[in-house]
């Protein structure tokens, strides 16, 4: 697996990586309906979401964001809580992440796909994040 360095996100409406997607990990099925809501009021309501559940852990990141927008929609995820990000501006990823706070929803990894990323597994992706997250804390 590659490396990828940490890369600050500004509040531009430079678009990010990847065609505009959210590929979503770990979500209940009666946290979907919500959490629709929530990107709508974050003025993402016409970008896609893919709900991404375990039978997929293994894909390639780029063949996830190949998917049709709704699928796996109404399936429960026993993923870690993850949201990855493709194709949607700065700011409105900062707008995302400051709802999700501000709703109390439950804490999630966050990931912006980049080109090493997207030649990643999910799997790998996941366990990358939450080692990246152990460190972090302990830093703390």
Not at 53 to 70: A, F, G, H, Q, V
Not at 72 to 92: N, T, W, Y
Not at 106 to 133: G, N
Request: aromatic content about 4%.
């Amino acid at each position: 697996m590659t490396e990828a360095k940490f890369e600050k996100i500004t509040h531009t409406d430079a678009l990010l990586y990847g065609p505009p997607k959210l590929l979503l990990c770990g979500f209940p099925k009666n946290a979907q309906s919500k959490f629709k809501s929530l990107v709508a009021t974050a003025g993402l309501a016409g970008i896609p979401l893919v709900w991404v559940t375990k039978d997929r852990s293994t894909e390639i990141l780029s063949e996830l964001l190949k998917l049709p927008d709704c699928t796996g929609q109404g399936a429960s995820s026993d993923l870690p809580r993850a949201i990855i990000v493709s194709g949607i501006q700065e700011k409105q990823l900062h707008s995302l992440m400051a709802l999700c706070r501000k709703t109390g929803m439950p804490q999630a990894l966050w990931a912006v796909l980049t080109p090493i990323s997207e030649k990643w597994t999910l799997q790998a992706l996941l366990s990358e994040l939450r080692a990246e997250r152990r460190a972090m804390q302990r830093k703390r």
